[in-house]
T-cell receptor, first 113, second 112 residues
Framework: DTAVSQTPKYLVTQMGNDKSIKCEQN?????MYWYKQDSKKFLKIMFS???????INETVPNRFSPKSPDKAHLNLHINSLELGDSAVYFC????????????FGAGSRLTVL | GDSVTQMEGPVTLSEEAFLTINCTYT??????LFWYVQYPGEGLQLLLK???ADDKGSNKGFEATYRKETTSFHLEKGSVQVSDSAVYFC???????????WGLGTSLAVNP
C-alpha cells in the first residue's frame, strides 16, 4: 500500500512538449505539495494545496500549473517544456497542524531533450 | 530571513565510524526542527524531529538535540553502517505550519 504514489516515475520528452505528473495519497492528509529537486539535490517547494485550495505558490514560471481535484490528488501540468525543467519532481502530503511532517512520493524524473 | 545551513558534503566514512552532520538555523518564530533522509533513488522520509528547545529527537540510532542558544540541531550517530549512505536534509518550519525551510542536503557515503 503506497502512501504517496506518483506517476509516471520517468518521463523523457522533447523541448516544447507538454507533460503531466499525477499524485495520489491514501493517508487522509489534507495538504499536498509539489517540490522540484535539481541535480545537486537542492529542494525547492513549488506549490501547496490545503483541502483543494492553493496556499503556496512560489516563484514558478506560469508554464507550471497544479490542479487538485480533491484533497487526495494533486497533479502538475507543465507546458512548453524547457531544458531547465529537467529535474526530479516530488509530491508530498501532510496533515494540517502536523508540524510539517511530510510524507514524500518516490519522485518523477523528468528529462527534457 | 529564515534559513538553514548544513555542512557541505560529501562526507565519506568507514563503517562503524562516528557521524556528525552540522546544522544551524535562523528563524523569526519558534520553529520545530527536522532531519529528513533520502536514500538513493527514493523520496525523502522523516528521520527525526524536535519541537522545542532541549528536546532530543532520535530514530534508527541517530540523534539530534534542539539547541536554542546556539540555534543548532546537529545530527549524530555513534556507529554508521553502509546502509546509512544517503543524503541528509535539515529543515525547520519557521514556527508555523505553512512550509518547511530546507538546508541544501549533506551526502553521506559509508564504506565497508
Amino acid at each position: 500500500d503506497t502512501a504517496v504514489s506518483q506517476t509516471p516515475k520517468y518521463l523523457v520528452t522533447q523541448m516544447g512538449n507538454d507533460k503531466s505528473i499525477k499524485c495520489e495519497q491514501n493517508l487522509g492528509h489534507d495538504t499536498m505539495y509539489w517540490y522540484k529537486q535539481d541535480s545537486k539535490k537542492f529542494l525547492k517547494i513549488m506549490f501547496s494545496y490545503n483541502n483543494k485550495e492553493l496556499i503556496i505558490n512560489e516563484t514558478v514560471p506560469n508554464r507550471f500549473s497544479p490542479k487538485s481535484p480533491d484533497k487526495a490528488h494533486l497533479n502538475l501540468h507543465i507546458n512548453s517544456l524547457e531544458l531547465g525543467d529537467s529535474a526530479v519532481y516530488f509530491c508530498a502530503s501532510s496533515k494540517s497542524g502536523g508540524a510539517n511532517v511530510l510524507t514524500f512520493g518516490a519522485g518523477s524524473r523528468l528529462t527534457v531533450l | 530571513g529564515d534559513s538553514v545551513t548544513q555542512m557541505e558534503g560529501p562526507v565519506t566514512l568507514s563503517e562503524e565510524a562516528f557521524l556528525t552532520i552540522n546544522c544551524t538555523y535562523t528563524a523569526t518564530g519558534y520553529p520545530s526542527l527536522f532531519w529528513y533522509v533520502q536514500y538513493p533513488g527514493e523520496g525523502l522520509q522523516l528521520l527525526l524531529k524536535a519541537t522545542k528547545a532541549d528536546d532530543k529527537g532520535s530514530n534508527k540510532g541517530f540523534e539530534a538535540t534542539y539547541r536554542k542558544e546556539t540555534t543548532s540541531f546537529h545530527l549524530e550517530k555513534g556507529s554508521v553502517q553502509v546502509s546509512d549512505s544517503a543524503v541528509y536534509f535539515c529543515a525547520h518550519n519557521a514556527g508555523n505550519n505553512r512550509k518547511l525551510i530546507w538546508g541544501l542536503g549533506t551526502s553521506l557515503a559509508v564504506n565497508p
